[in-house]
């Protein structure tokens, strides 16, 4: 299967011209059967409120638009983007091909103060088998693994929107290396890690704060995992892509997690900064529903 991972620009604004870009860089790739975007790529990653403004109505514009993009370019698409369904936000990400749409994934512990938040599913069955999403955060929680530990999937894919420190790129990278390669030692199968790239928007709360003090942004280095790949050049600076071995299988070996999370992590930050943030959040993002459906 011949798979590429589109690394965007996240700093362009505005559904339409996003969608031209989009359509562009992918009329551009060579003979593509799957192109992965990488989280919120209709409407860019913004991890405040907002985003609400490029909401879809329960992914009919998306559905719409990945449908004919698909048919159009002969091939499968994974795109992210923002929808509000029954009055609340969601994170999701939807696979689409010729025949219409496969079907889509909400993000489970999506910022806070943005998306609502909730034990989601993470599969998605397309006629290549079950395909694994994890949206950024997801992608290292144990409460992904749990679900798919027993299935027997074809792909996983890790579309982000991950902003981390410039000037440390050896210490991302290793960090995603390691996370993605647990997956594929464990079920050996291809994992795609797609990441835009571009300045980090305002972000609510301490850890924004932090952030931003630290020059934090996305920095792309969205890859292709497998055992078993042949890398494929193309002339789209963008893109990233590998002709992988896609068949339904079953996990090999079993992974480690230290408490809910993939990797260590610094505990010292979870307890006093990400989880009094996460708290917050919940809060802000009630109120502001609650305030959305009274007026």
């Known amino acids: 299967m011949r ?4 690394e965007l620009d996240n700093e362009l604004k505005g559904i339409e011209d996003r969608k031209r870009y989009i359509e ?4 551009r790739l060579p003979q593509p059967d799957l192109v992965v975007l990488p989280e919120l790529a209709l409407c860019s990653y913004m991890a405040s409120q907002e985003i609400w403004q490029y909401a879809d109505d329960r992914g009919r ?10 048919r159009r370019y002969d091939t499968y698409i994974g795109v992210g983007y923002l929808d509000k369904e029954e009055g609340d936000y969601y ?3 939807m696979i689409a091909g ?3 749409v496969c079907g889509s994934v909400s993000k489970s512990e999506g910022e806070s103060a943005v998306f609502k ?3 989601f599913g993470c599969i998605i069955d397309t006629p290549f088998g079950k395909v694994v999403v994890g949206i950024c955060f997801d992608s290292r929680r144990k409460h992904l693994y749990d679900e798919i530990r027993d299935e027997e999937i074809s792909l996983i894919l890790f579309p982000h929107g991950c902003p981390a420190d410039p000037k440390q790129p050896d210490k991302e990278h290793e960090e995603n290396d390691r996370r993605c390669m647990l997956y594929v030692d464990a079920f050996d199968v291809p994992v795609v890690y797609a990441n835009c790239t571009g300045r980090l928007e305002h972000m609510p709360g301490k850890m924004g ?4 003090k630290l020059g934090f942004r996305m920095n792309g280095m969205s890859k292709i995992y497998s055992h078993d790949m042949t890398p494929i050049m193309s002339d789209v600076p963008e893109a990233v ?16 997690f230290y408490g809910e999370d993939i990797l260590p992590g610094n505990r010292i930050f979870k307890r006093f900064i990400l989880k009094p943030d996460t708290e917050a959040g919940i809060r802000m993002y009630e109120e502001s529903i609650r305030r959305d459906k009274q007026s």
Do not use: C, H, Q
């Open 98 to 100: 010729t025949d219409g």
């Open 209 to 212: 704060a932090m952030m931003a």
């Open 117 to 119: 938040r909730g034990d």
């Open 91 to 93: 994170n999701r990400y």
């Open 61 to 70: 514009d998306t559905a719409e638009w990945a449908v004919s993009v698909a």
């Open 241 to 256: 892509g590998a002709d992988v071995s896609v068949s339904p299988k079953r996990r090999v070996k079993d992974i480690k």
């Open 3 to 6: 798979i590429f991972a589109l």
């Open 24 to 27: 562009d860089l992918i009329g």
